[in-house]
């Protein structure tokens, strides 16, 4: 996936015509585009290796330069656009998935992402997910 982003402003579009304030005032908004799935794609990502994750406990996330990720304990495959920024608003397109209850389900997840080198958060909504770059 291609995205283009626009600044956050007082405002906000989206598809269905619903906007939470806070969303729309602390991120960039991001419009996804078709994404050239198979290529190195996310390689740029800052998201692209492999993370310890606090929720579930004891999981590992990974994200591939081809935009596909895997996490472990939540036996779940998903996509995510390749311009993930070090921080912002992201769609996050879970695949499947068969872990606990704290796993995110199968269905689209709008995402806040906040990345620094070794360290990330990852909100989608349930609770905030540490990572730990491994």
């Given at each position: 996936m291609?995205?283009?982003?626009?600044?956050?402003s007082?405002?906000?579009l989206?598809?269905?015509?619903?906007?939470?304030?806070?969303?729309?005032?602390?991120?960039p908004v991001?419009e996804e585009?078709?994404?050239?799935?198979?290529?190195n794609a996310?390689?740029?990502a800052p998201?692209?290796?492999?993370w310890k994750?606090?929720v579930?406990a004891?999981?590992?996330?990974?994200?591939?330069?081809?935009?596909?990720?895997?996490?472990?304990?939540?036996r779940s495959?998903f996509?995510?656009p390749?311009?993930v920024?070090k921080?912002g608003?992201?769609?996050?397109?879970v695949?499947?998935?068969?872990?606990p209850?704290?796993c995110m389900?199968?269905?689209l997840h709008?995402?806040?992402v906040?990345?620094?080198t070794?360290i990330?958060t990852?909100?989608?909504?349930?609770a905030?997910?540490?990572?730990?770059r491994?």
């Amino acid at each position: 996936m291609n995205l283009r982003v626009r600044p956050a402003s007082g405002y906000c579009l989206l598809s269905v015509s619903v906007c939470v304030l806070a969303s729309c005032v602390s991120a960039p908004v991001l419009e996804e585009q078709p994404a050239p799935f198979g290529t190195n794609a996310c390689l740029e990502a800052p998201v692209v290796g492999s993370w310890k994750a606090s929720v579930p406990a004891d999981d590992t996330l990974t994200f591939s330069s081809d935009c596909t990720g895997v996490s472990v304990v939540c036996r779940s495959r998903f996509v995510f656009p390749p311009n993930v920024g070090k921080a912002g608003l992201v769609n996050i397109q879970v695949l499947e998935s068969d872990g606990p209850k704290e796993c995110m389900p199968k269905g689209l997840h709008r995402c806040s992402v906040n990345v620094l080198t070794n360290i990330a958060t990852l909100n989608c909504g349930k609770a905030t997910v540490n990572l730990t770059r491994l």
